[in-house]
């Protein structure tokens, strides 16, 4: 059995998680960590099983017996790592968001087709059983036509928070605030479940942390190219924070996806929606992260093995920054004519 040979990039918050994930993949193994923090990546390293761990990721590149890379670094990071990655003939799986804006985003998945190497987004929520139950209800017809989607995603995030890490609430580096960084997995499902958006309008602010650039509170309405009507609100400034909320309306029946599991599901013609037992464990991820993430590391090993497709492609990936995209960009238009 063919062996992918791996390495995580990034062993903040997130890279730990697919470090370990890795370490309990029976198809992939962890070669190496890379951080520019010494200590982050040697305890990565150690804790997961990696052969070795650099500061510089270039030494990763440089290797012939690594196939693919895992990028878990800060936002303005993705796109450079991702196109000299795919450069150096590596598969490439890359954290949220895959880029802070549209153009970027083509360039890195062009730099894949063209390198011929798989590319992969870690929208890890859609491959949630609710979230995947409910998409084939949604196809099956049992809602019926789409009406509208909300989303709510009312979290809390400190001004130490921002401070912490100062890549983020910034433009250059985070890409935008709360809807970059928090909602895009909510937004992602959104148009996962009801297609794409035809049109756009928000209302953003940053109200709550005086530190930042970015936005912490937006109001997003979007017009899906269905017919449906979209909303979804965001805010870092709700103290202690709410489960993430995602509801479907359609003229035969409603759901209510609440803290990834299924809240209701109700259909006009009385047919239950089962959702299947989630045979992975969460690993050391913060709770909201849910257990994906190791599903779909597992489909991204197997689609380079298989030479398909994986799950969350690059071009999947993109549709939540295009709509950011035009979301921002009317922002800062708004604040320079201001």
């Known amino acids: 059995m063919r062996e992918i ?14 470090a370990e994930a890795l370490s309990k993949s029976t198809r992939a193994r962890l070669i190496a960590a890379v951080d520019v923090v010494a200590e982050r990546a040697r305890d990565v390293a150690q804790k997961y099983g990696a052969e070795c761990w650099y500061e510089d990721y270039q030494k990763v590149l440089e290797r012939d017996d690594i196939d693919a890379v895992f990028i878990c670094t800060p936002h303005y990071l993705h796109v450079p790592m991702v196109i000299d990655a795919a450069r150096h003939g590596k598969h490439v799986l890359v954290e ?10 083509a360039m890195a998945i062009e730099a894949c087709r063209r390198a011929g190497v798989r590319f992969a987004v870690c929208l890890q929520n859609r491959m949630n059983p609710a979230t995947v139950a409910l998409k084939d209800a949604i196809h099956r017809g049992l809602l019926g036509k789409i009406v509208c989607v909300t989303g709510a995603v009312s979290w809390y995030r400190s001004d130490e928070y921002y401070a912490d890490s100062p890549w983020r609430g910034r433009w250059e580096t985070e890409g935008g605030g709360v809807l ?45 190219a269905d017919g449906a009507v979209g909303n979804l609100f965001a805010t870092t400034c709700s ?100």
């Open 5 to 18: 040979r791996c390495a995580v990039v990034g062993c903040g918050a997130v890279g730990p998680v697919h």
């Open 96 to 105: 949220k968001p895959l880029a802070i804006d549209s153009d970027s985003a």
């Open 180 to 224: 970059i960084n928090q909602a895009i997995h909510t937004l992602d499902l959104m148009l996962h479940l009801a297609g794409d958006v035809e049109s756009v309008s928000a209302t953003l602010a940053t109200v709550g942390h005086r530190a930042i650039e970015v936005e912490d509170v937006a109001s997003v309405s979007m017009r899906f």
């Open 239 to 338: 103290y202690p924070g709410t489960d993430v909320r995602i509801e479907i309306v359609g003229t035969k029946g409603s759901a209510l996806i609440e803290a990834d599991a299924l809240a209701r599901f109700s259909s006009i013609n009385g047919e239950a929606l089962v959702v299947e037992d989630d045979r992975y464990e969460s690993l050391v991820a913060k709770p909201y992260y849910g257990a994906s993430h190791r599903k779909l590391i597992e489909d991204f090993i197997e689609a380079i093995i298989e030479n398909r497709p994986p799950f969350v492609t690059g071009e999947e990936g993109k549709r939540s920054i295009d709509v950011l995209n035009t979301i921002y960009r009317e922002f800062r238009r708004q604040k320079a004519s201001a």
